[in-house]
């Protein structure tokens, strides 16, 4: 029992430079300067470690904490503050460290570093999204196409080596034409599937509307390969172009596949 009584009092030793001050927290929650004797009573007769909790939450991994400072103090340090660490590495955050005057200013300021913890967050996530992106064909396409075409097709990132890439054309039933892109030994290959007409029915059009088929194809320099049309392109550069020919030969393909007689 001595010996508990000895570690209380070597804890609540206090510093005695004439520039410390002794604050309390008094009923209405105000940071009051009291003389060394009230404060070492105050704490003795306090649960001060809870008293002092002005907020204290977990957001985004980062545990943040404010209270009310209940160590003596230099007299221009401010009594109230917000510190925050990494819940992962236990690592200090120092960029969401504060001070206050006041225990209002502190409630205020523990909810600002909340919503700042929240933004900067979502404007990591975001950024690694872009940066994921933009990785591999993705980001190949999209600067080629934002070079080239700007504002015109719509590329979402399949997988590193493939994209879809919604085209600003469209079949005769309004649906919107999409092709894949994918990295083919050192080019790309564009592939848009016939939707409209099984392949099998274009194999039996008869001999007018197949070649009719084929001009198309070759004309705008696209295959028609087991029921899509295909092209290969070995510059990024032309991306736009590419894909514009392989659009257009859905739209011809489809019309010349679909129209009656």
């Not at 508990?4 to 030793?13: A, G, H």
């Not at 997988?159 to 092709?179: H, K």
Request: aromatic share 6%; with cysteine.
């Amino acid at each position: 029992m001595l010996d508990r009584f000895r570690d209380l009092v070597k804890r609540l030793e206090l510093p005695q430079e004439d520039d410390v001050v002794y604050r309390i927290i008094d009923d209405e929650r105000n940071a009051v300067e009291v003389t060394q004797s009230q404060f070492t009573r105050w704490r003795l007769q306090n649960d001060v470690t809870q008293r002092a909790i002005v907020g204290e939450d977990t957001i985004e991994a980062v545990r943040v904490r404010t209270t009310f400072s209940i160590m003596p103090e230099n007299r221009n340090y401010k009594p109230f503050g917000t510190s925050a660490f990494d819940t992962s590495s236990l690592d200090p955050l120092m960029q969401y460290s504060r001070r206050y005057d006041t225990w209002e200013e502190a409630e205020d300021g523990h909810r600002q570093i909340m919503e700042q913890i929240r933004q900067d967050a979502a404007r990591a996530r975001a950024a690694e999204e872009r940066a994921d992106a933009l990785a591999g064909v993705a980001g190949e396409v999209r600067l080629a196409l934002s070079a080239d075409l700007p504002s015109l097709f719509q590329v979402d990132k399949r997988s590193e080596s493939e994209v879809s890439v919604i085209t600003p054309l469209s079949r005769a039933d309004g649906s919107t034409i999409t092709l894949t892109v994918m990295a083919s030994g050192t080019g790309f290959e564009l592939y848009a599937p016939i939707e409209v007409t099984p392949y099998s029915s274009i194999l039996t059009l008869g001999r007018l509307r197949s070649e009719q088929i084929a001009r198309v194809c070759e004309t705008l320099g696209v295959s028609l390969e087991e029921g899509h049309l295909t092209c290969i392109i070995e510059d990024v550069s032309n991306i736009g172009r590419a894909i514009m020919r392989v659009a257009e030969a859905v739209v011809c393909t489809t019309y010349i596949a679909t129209e009656r007689r």
